[in-house]
């Protein structure tokens, strides 16, 4: 199947800073790309959906000037949380789709967000 | 009332046990239903669709009731690697924006 991945896959970070994650579809171009976060016993929940060469759609309650999403190219999209604070620790994890095929979502490892 | 809702477990069972699932979905507009494995720490991987004529792979058997809005998944002959947490998964407008359940915890015990 597809290959999705994730960087960095543990981050430790002061509050405060920024942290940038990046996703990658490895094999395929995603048109489409989708991050969620879970945190601990809770299931995902969608944050954004990011296309390539426009703007993202964010859920309501992501604030988009703090989760920063850009869809550079066909093979990558980076989430940058901004001042991040305690609350924003969490798993982050992406998917990509080719084309329309939205049922067949590849999810990325997930990346482990740890704000002090 | 959430999105989709499930029992959180855990349900522990001996290897070689019978398990099933239950799920239900609130929106009667949803198109699209899976179930999905997320290992502990680890990213939610497709399990299997589901269909309202039921399917079957292996020793998973997926179920959906569209009147109901209910959705299950049985696990037949469990086996110790089957512990993980099962999500039920719903698609309502086939946009990609999958609506996802809290999970089921599964503990398989030799």
């Known amino acids: 199947g597809a290959v999705v991945s994730q960087h960095p896959s543990r981050v430790i970070c002061k509050s405060g800073t920024s942290v940038k994650i990046e996703c990658r579809s490895l094999d395929f171009q995603a048109t489409t790309m989708f991050w969620y976060r879970q945190f601990p016993k809770q299931s995902l929940m969608l944050m954004a959906t990011s296309n390539e060469g426009s703007k993202a759609t964010y859920e309501q309650g992501v604030e988009k000037d703090k989760f920063l999403i850009n869809h550079a190219s066909l093979t990558l999209s980076t989430l940058t949380v901004t001042s991040a604070h305690p609350e924003d620790s969490s798993f982050y994890i992406c998917s990509a789709v080719a084309g329309t095929a939205y049922n067949e979502q590849f999810f990325g490892p997930g990346t482990r967000l740890t704000v002090l | 009332r959430k999105e989709v809702e499930q029992d959180p477990g855990p349900f522990n069972v001996p290897e070689g046990a019978t398990v099933a699932f239950n799920c239900t979905y609130s929106n009667s507009a949803s198109q699209s239903f899976f179930w999905y494995r997320q290992d502990c720490r680890k990213e939610p991987k497709l399990l299997m669709s589901v269909y309202s004529s039921g399917n079957e792979d292996g020793r998973f058997t997926a179920q959906l009731n569209r009147a109901s809005q209910y959705i299950s998944l049985l696990i037949r002959d469990s086996k110790l690697s089957d512990s993980a947490t099962y999500l039920c998964?719903?698609?309502?407008?086939?946009?990609?924006?999958?609506?996802f359940g809290q999970g089921t915890t599964l503990q398989v015990k030799p």
């Open positions: 998964v719903v698609n309502t407008f086939n946009t990609g924006k999958l609506i």
